[in-house]
């Protein structure tokens, strides 16, 4: 059973910083692309960052330059470096990851139980 477990949500003051972590484990052949997604109440849930095996990367347009996504492949793991936070941050944040669980079958897209990021004064 393959799982995605995240870590490092919290209060955090505007323009404050936090790292967000999403360690994978089970049993799996490999993992495609990783990323965050966030939902804020009322809203839908939105790309924040993605990153591909091969470490490229893809920013939603309000996070480029503040937020950066890295991953660690040897120990299944995705980062979300959050800096300079701003109150419309504030949301559920989840991880998700494509896994293949073994050689001959395709993708499979696995969430998080997410963790809350509240930004606020």
């Known amino acids: 059973q393959v799982q995605l477990v995240e870590s490092g949500g919290g209060l955090v003051q505007p323009g404050g910083s936090l790292r967000l972590s999403c360690a994978a484990s089970?049993?799996?052949?490999?993992?495609?692309?990783m990323g965050w997604y966030r939902q804020a109440p009322g809203k839908e849930r939105e790309l924040v960052a993605a990153?591909?095996?091969?470490?490229?990367?893809n920013y939603a347009g309000s996070v480029k330059g503040r937020f950066t996504i890295s991953r660690d492949n040897a120990e299944n793991t995705v980062y979300l470096q959050m800096n300079s936070l701003k109150p419309d941050d504030t949301a559920v944040y989840y991880c998700?990851?494509?896994?293949?669980?073994?050689?001959?079958?395709?993708?499979?897209?696995?969430w998080g139980q997410g963790t809350q990021v509240t930004v606020s004064s």
């Open positions: 990153i591909t095996n091969d470490g490229s990367t």
């Open positions: 089970g049993r799996f052949f490999t993992i495609n692309v």
């Open positions: 998700n990851a494509h896994f293949q669980l073994t050689w001959v079958e395709g993708l499979k897209a696995y």
